[in-house]
C-alpha cells in the first residue's frame, strides 16, 4: 500500500518570505500526486496535481511542486507567500485498491504565515 | 465546474438519534463518490467508497450497519450516522470523481459537515 509523509506538521513564515512543505511517498509503478489546502472550517480544495509529462506543476496561486522520481518527492514551494495562505495543506497520492481509486493523504502542514 | 456541495454545513443532535448527510455534484456526473471523517487537526481518513447502484466498500474498522451510505444517483449520495453517540462527532467530507481517467481521476471535496453529539 503506498504511504504519504509530510515532514513538518507546521510551518511558521513572515510574509513574502519564501516557503516549502515537503512530501514523499512511497515508490509504486505509476504515481499520481496531489496537492489539496483546506481552509479553517471548509472543505478541501485541489491545489494542483502530477499526473504525467512535465514535472513541474503550477497553481493558479503562485504554489508549485516538482515530482522527483529518485526522491520520491513532490514537495510544494511558493516563492513569497501571503497572510492568505495561511491554511491546512495536504499531499495525497492516488491508489488503486479492490477495483476502486483511493486517496492516500499525508498527516497534513500548517502554513502559518505571519506579517 | 466540478463543484460539490454538502448539506448541511453544520448539525448538533441528542445521542441516540440519527442524522442523514447529503453530498451532491452540481455540474458533473459522479460514479464514485467517498465519504472522509477528520478529527480535529488531523488528516482525512477514508470512511467508504460508493459507485452509484452499488453497495459501498467500507474501509477496515468502519461499520456499515452505523455509516449508511446510499448513493441514489449519479449527482447525489447521502451518509446516514445511526445511533450517533458523542464520539461520532466529527467533520464529515465527502468528494466526488468525474470518471473515466482511472488513478488519474481527480477529487473535488465538499466543504464539509460539522456533525456535534450531545
Known amino acids: 500500500a503506498q504511504s504519504v509523509t509530510q515532514l513538518d506538521s507546521q510551518v511558521p513564515v513572515f510574509e513574502e518570505a519564501p516557503v516549502e512543505l515537503r512530501c514523499n511517498y512511497s515508490?509504486?509503478?505509476?504515481?499520481?500526486l496531489f496537492w489539496y489546502v483546506q481552509y479553517p472550517n471548509q472543505g478541501l480544495q485541489l491545489l494542483l496535481k502530477?499526473?504525467?509529462?512535465?514535472?513541474l506543476v503550477e497553481s493558479i496561486n503562485g504554489f508549485e511542486a516538482e515530482f522527483n522520481k529518485s526522491q520520491t518527492s513532490f514537495h510544494l514551494r511558493k516563492p513569497s507567500v501571503h497572510i492568505s495562505d495561511t491554511a491546512e495543506y495536504f499531499c495525497?497520492?492516488?491508489?488503486?485498491?479492490?477495483?476502486?481509486?483511493?486517496?492516500?493523504f499525508g498527516a497534513g502542514t500548517r502554513l502559518a504565515v505571519h506579517p | 465546474g466540478a463543484v460539490v456541495s454538502q448539506h448541511p454545513s453544520r448539525v448538533i443532535c441528542k445521542s441516540g438519534t440519527s442524522v442523514k448527510i447529503e453530498c451532491r455534484s452540481l455540474?458533473?456526473?459522479?460514479?464514485?463518490m467517498f465519504w472522509y471523517r477528520q478529527f480535529p487537526k488531523q488528516s482525512l481518513m477514508l470512511m467508504a467508497t460508493s459507485n452509484e447502484g452499488s453497495k459501498a466498500t467500507y474501509e477496515q474498522g468502519v461499520e456499515k450497519d452505523k455509516f449508511l451510505i446510499n448513493h441514489a444517483s449519479l449527482t447525489l449520495s447521502t451518509l446516514t450516522v445511526t445511533s450517533a453517540h458523542p464520539e461520532d462527532s466529527s467533520f464529515y467530507i465527502c468528494?466526488?470523481?468525474?470518471?473515466?481517467?482511472?488513478?488519474?481521476?481527480?477529487?473535488?471535496f465538499g466543504p464539509g459537515t460539522r456533525l456535534t453529539v450531545l
Open positions: 515508490s509504486s509503478v505509476s504515481v499520481y
Open positions: 455540474d458533473f456526473q459522479a460514479t464514485t
Open positions: 468528494s466526488a470523481s468525474q470518471p473515466g481517467q482511472g488513478l488519474r481521476d481527480t477529487q473535488y
Open positions: 502530477y499526473l504525467s509529462g512535465s514535472t
Open positions: 495525497a497520492v492516488s491508489e488503486g485498491s479492490g477495483g476502486y481509486n483511493k486517496l492516500i
